[in-house]
């Protein structure tokens, strides 16, 4: 082997090391960004309900304050529970446009909108549940990130599916808030997680195959660190609500 063969050997595994740790960094990153978030819309969810629920010695049990009847007993109610899904929105179209710490708040409000949001699952289900089904959703995120990021199958045929898959449930739910229907409810628990379960394995791949396009551009992929940890939330997120409607024991 020539001198310059042997250097352009070094050189070639010095420039794939480089980039290996690169991607390494890019996905702590992506991981960082969406726990804090999952943190933040945690705390803000147990503020919220302890600022909205107080114990009652007249009913023998909990009382919602005045803040808590305007934020679960007023139309307001429609307000916060839709804020999120427009806070995606916004952010999916505007992101491109944005500096990269606008990006980031941007990601923070939606965190903390989120957890006003989630705060009624404290009037629903007891903690004790909540706390379990957390747990068990943390492992199965970490599994199904694990397999997306790992695996040399290409999965990007999944994501035609399962976007449809997330368009039906969402319809669906919409349409269950006027038949409230147990039997339905229950099938699109059981869908969701399965389609969730789908997106936290497809979106890491995707996140991971991100990187490589925004290669060099450190803006660029700053925002797709945020963009990507708001997609693996959104799985995390969604595969929660979903196992505590399937499984979380109701107060």
Not at 12 to 30: F, I, N, Q, W
Not at 217 to 240: R, V
């Amino acid at each position: 082997m020539s001198q310059f063969e042997s250097a352009s050997i070094q050189s070639s595994a010095r420039t794939a090391g480089a980039v290996d740790e690169g991607l390494r960094a890019y996905m702590l990153r992506v991981y960082n960004y969406m726990s804090c978030g999952i943190l933040l819309t945690g705390i803000v969810a147990y503020l919220t309900y302890s600022a909205a629920v107080v114990r009652s010695a007249d009913v023998g049990g909990f009382a919602l304050t005045a803040f808590g009847q305007l934020l679960y007993g007023s139309p307001l109610k429609w307000i916060v529970m839709l804020a999120p899904l427009a806070s995606v929105m916004f952010l999916s179209v505007r992101i491109g446009k944005m500096s990269v710490g606008a990006a980031q708040f941007c990601f923070w409000l939606f965190s903390a909108v989120m957890g006003l949001s989630l705060s009624s699952i404290f009037l629903l289900y007891t903690g004790e549940s909540i706390t379990r089904v957390f747990f068990v959703t943390a492992a199965a995120f970490a599994a199904l990130s694990m397999y997306g990021y790992t695996t040399r199958r290409d999965l990007s045929a999944w994501g035609t599916f399962l976007i449809m898959g997330v368009i039906g449930i969402v319809l669906a739910s919409l349409v269950n808030l006027w038949l409230r229907s147990n039997s339905l409810q229950f099938a699109l628990s059981t869908i969701g997680v399965l389609v969730f379960a789908g997106l936290t394995a497809y979106d890491t791949q995707r996140i991971k195959n991100v990187y490589y396009e925004v290669l060099g551009d450190a803006t660029a992929a700053s925002k797709a660190a945020i963009m990507g940890a708001l997609s693996l939330y959104l799985d995390f997120i969604n595969m929660f609500i979903m196992l505590l409607s399937l499984f979380g024991r109701r107060n």
